[in-house]
Nanobody, 124 residues
Framework: QVQLVESGGGLVQTGDSLRLSCAAS????????MGWFRHTPGQERRFIAT????????YYAGSVKGRFTISRDNAKNTVYLQMNSLKPEDTAVYYC?????????????????WGLGTQVTVSS
């Protein structure tokens, strides 16, 4: 059974940093493209960042580029999202997702597996 478990969320202030982790089990982690998305009430799930199987390539949404960094450790079956210079508009539930694919993927429907999410709240 495939499981993706996010952790690291919390309540922080504007300008603070957080590092989210997503631990995967039940799949061959190294053959999956990984992505991070976020969701706020009343909005669709939005793409944040994606990383290729090897970690050699990444791609970011414009709203987080330069502030967020996605990385992965295939030996630990874990993908990370380092979030710096957090803003109130970053407040959301953050989800990691996995896709058995080669390309960097920004569309949620391209991902097969999803975690349950972790809440990030940034106060002003």
């Amino acid at each position: 059974q495939v499981q993706l478990v996010e952790s690291g969320g919390g309540l922080v202030q504007t300008g603070d940093s957080l590092r989210l982790s997503c631990a995967a089990s039940g799949l061959t982690f190294g053959v999956y493209v990984m992505g991070w998305f976020r969701h706020t009430p009343g909005q669709e799930r939005r793409f944040i960042a994606t990383i290729t199987r090897s970690g050699g390539s990444t791609y970011y949404a414009g709203s987080v580029k330069g502030r967020f960094t996605i990385s992965r450790d295939n030996a630990k079956n874990t993908v990370y999202l380092q979030m710096n210079s957090l803003k109130p508009e970053d407040t959301a539930v953050y989800y990691c997702a996995a896709a058995n694919d080669y390309e960097l993927l920004t569309i949620p429907s391209r991902y097969t597996y999803w975690g349950l999410g972790t809440q990030v709240t940034v106060s002003s």
